[in-house]
Antibody, heavy 119, light 109 residues
């Protein structure tokens, strides 16, 4: 069965970087884009961007341009999202999700990774 | 960027009620519209894709309609497990930029 398993919770200081991983299993990793979505406490869902595991091509939301980097390691079917220059308002749950295609949304999600930014 | 606006932001209803949530796009998105349900502490779950296609396994009391800029999610007879927050998402833009609405919290009256 398709699974996306994310790395554990992180606590970071302002100005630091965080790297969240998303390990895929149960399907051909290269066949589907991986998107990243975050959710601040009590807030809505915010789309951050995607990576194409086949080509390593990426597309980021303008809000995160310059601070986010999405990468992948196809040998271990894992996608990564690194966010730098962390601020307190980056505290959120970060989700990875498999893109079924533009007409189908996200069926499979990771369990979420809580990132807390605090001095 | 395409903006998605949901209404209402919150809604109180009773078990058995018929409920409708609307989502408006800032420009036409055809039928590239998805609906998700999220419960506290959990990842969202896809309910409807392509504006009106019900994901396999989702109860038939959920339905979606609309095209262009205006969309609706309808729950025909609310069940206790339906109290949650609902999000719309557009998947029209190229390259893919799948923005969400701000959410509608459905609470028990």
């Amino acid at each position: 069965q398709v699974q996306l398993v994310q790395s554990g919770a992180e606590v970071k200081k302002p100005g630091a970087s965080v790297n969240v991983s998303c390990k895929a299993s149960g399907y051909t990793f290269n066949g589907y884009y991986i998107h990243w979505v975050r959710q601040a406490p009590g807030q809505g869902l915010e789309w951050m961007g995607w990576i194409n595991p086949n080509s390593a091509g990426t597309n980021y939301a303008q809000k995160f341009q310059g601070r986010v980097t999405m990468t992948r390691d196809t040998s271990i079917s894992t996608a990564y999202m690194e966010l730098s220059s962390l601020r307190s308002d980056d505290s959120a749950v970060y989700y990875c999700a498999r893109d079924e295609g533009p007409y189908q949304g996200y069926v499979y999600w990771g369990q979420g990774t809580l990132v807390t930014v605090s001095s | 960027d395409i903006q998605m606006t949901q209404s209402p932001s919150s809604l109180s209803a009773s078990v058995g009620d018929r409920v409708t949530i609307t989502c408006r796009a800032s420009q036409s998105i055809g039928t590239y519209l998805n609906w998700y349900q999220q419960k506290p502490g959990k990842a969202p779950k896809l309910l409807i894709y392509g504006a009106s296609s019900l994901l396999s396994g989702v109860p038939s009391r959920f339905s979606g309609s609309g095209s262009g800029t205006d969309f609706t999610l309808t729950i025909s007879s609310l069940q206790p497990e339906d109290f949650a927050t609902y999000y719309c998402q557009q998947s029209y833009t190229t390259p893919r930029m799948y923005t969400f609405g701000q959410g509608t919290k459905l609470e028990i009256k």
